[in-house]
């Protein structure tokens, strides 16, 4: 059974603190992504790598950095949080060429104060 | 710039049939792809298109006009447990791989 593990399903924090999200495929994927998902709109890609120590910015990718150490691993670091990353967070992973689909995560849903 | 339109959200009766449109505006085009996505729950695949026409896979299809930038999700027989939003995504080539574009997802509430 195929699967996207995320350290939290619920993480509250406060202002300024630095924030780690980890996410864990098990498929030998080489794509891993991260995303935000915010009502009314929708999934929006911040970062996402296709190799070890390779990553390339999404469509919002300030105020996130990420690490990609593993193959398995893929983490999302929020330097200094505030309250507008305030969201659902979802990894996900795929094989490399297009034609494959992204398997997600559980999300971690991300408040801060 | 990037674009994906679908309706916000949509009602249907059990047992009738609902087609769920998907406009795009992209710079490149892979293929389209659409997820399920129960409230709460992360999204899961149901359907890829990267030629013209349908794609039939039980009571859900999918059709795709590269031509029209358009695409829609048909489901038949509706069920309650359909009730979820559903995302079309694009995927466009950069930098040796790939990556999604999302629409915003339309919400889909089956009623009794």
């Known amino acids: 059974d195929v699967k996207v593990t995320q350290s939290s399903r619920y993480l509250v924090k406060r202002t300024g603190e630095k924030v780690f999200l980890e996410c864990v495929q098990d498929?030998?994927?080489?794509?891993m992504f991260w995303y935000r998902q915010d009502p009314g709109l929708g999934l929006r890609l911040i970062y996402f790598s296709y190799d070890v120590k390779m990553k390339e910015k999404g469509d919002i990718p300030e105020g996130y950095s990420v690490s990609r150490e593993k193959k398995e691993r893929f983490s999302l670091i929020l330097e200094s949080a505030s309250t507008n990353q305030t969201s659902m967070y979802l990894c996900?992973?795929?094989?490399?060429?297009?034609?494959?689909?992204?398997?997600f995560g559980p999300g971690t849903r991300l408040t801060v104060l | 710039g990037q674009n994906i339109d679908q309706p916000t959200e949509m009602t249907a009766t059990e047992g009738a049939i609902v087609q769920i449109n998907c406009t795009y505006q992209?710079?490149?085009?892979?293929?389209l792809f659409w997820y399920q996505q129960h409230a709460g729950e992360a999204p899961t695949f149901l359907s890829y298109n990267v030629l013209d026409g349908l794609e039939e896979k039980g009571r859900f299809s999918s059709f795709l006009s590269r031509s029209k930038g358009y695409s829609y999700l048909l489901l038949k027989e509706l069920q309650m447990k359909d009730s979820a939003s559903y995302l079309c995504?694009?995927?466009?080539?950069?930098?040796?791989?790939?990556?999604?574009?999302f629409g915003t997802g339309t919400r889909l509430k089956v009623l009794a």
């Open positions: 995504a694009v995927t466009l080539g950069i930098s040796g791989t790939y990556k999604y574009i």
């Open positions: 992209t710079s490149g085009f892979n293929g």
């Open positions: 498929m030998d994927h080489e794509n």
């Open positions: 996900a992973s795929s094989f490399l060429t297009s034609t494959h689909e992204q398997f």
